[in-house]
């Protein structure tokens, strides 16, 4: 089994763990407090573009769907943050996620006039970075309020830290990675997927957990 078949493999474990996730979510969702409820809209909308992803690439270039997929997923993680997260205005974060939005709608609007041997895509990178000041953003303002009940934020924000951060390294020579002929760009490739696939695993896990576990509680201290 070569590099490319282990690729397409590992790619099909995407949408699997993700249909998993949002059926566990689904079933446990009356159950769950509005962290997990909201990880199982992600994980929907992470299904609905890997599935568009999947279709768009048959017919052509799907590159685009990356760039949809950057603002979707930003504009998802900014309006989380401030609803559920933050206490604070946070005004700066604001300007920047505004900024960064823009800058990758921008990218959407020249898609159809770039060669796909020019293109060069930040979205990703600015979508990470986005995410990442969120998380660091979070860990600032909560760490001297710190309580125990809420540990299992401070865990998710910082597995979001983690995966976030390398995701962005991956995603940093991104014209290389849709390039290269020497077949390296593959062990790239692999590394995005497996990391991804833990990800959605962990988010997973953490839904079906914490439905089970609220399932079990006296409805009045849930």
Known sequence: ???????????????????VGVGIGGYFYKYLDITHKSMTYYMLVMLIVDTASWIVGAYGN???VLLLYSLIE???FTVF??????????????ILSFLAGSYI???????????????QSYAKVIDDFIIIILTLTFFHEKINIYKESKWNNFKINAILLVYFSVNLIFFLPYNFL?????????????????ITVLFYS?????IWKNGRTRKLL???SR
């Not at 089994?1 to 249909?19: G, K, V, Y």
């Not at 849709?178 to 497996?194: A, Q």
Request: aromatic fraction near 18%.
């Open 105 to 119: 709608f921008y990218e959407i609007m020249i898609f159809s006039s770039i060669e796909l041997t020019q293109f």
């Open 202 to 206: 962990y988010l997973t896990h953490s």
């Open 62 to 64: 799907n590159h685009i």
């Open 81 to 94: 943050y401030f609803k559920y997260f933050f206490n604070a205005s946070h005004k700066l974060i604001v």
């Open 74 to 76: 930003m504009i998802l």
């Open 218 to 220: 006296p409805s009045g």
């Open 1 to 19: 089994m070569n590099f490319i078949e282990i690729l397409r493999l590992l790619s099909l474990l995407t949408p699997i763990i993700l249909t």
């Open 178 to 194: 849709i390039n290269e002929s020497s077949g390296l760009k593959h062990y790239f490739w692999i590394g995005i997927v497996i």
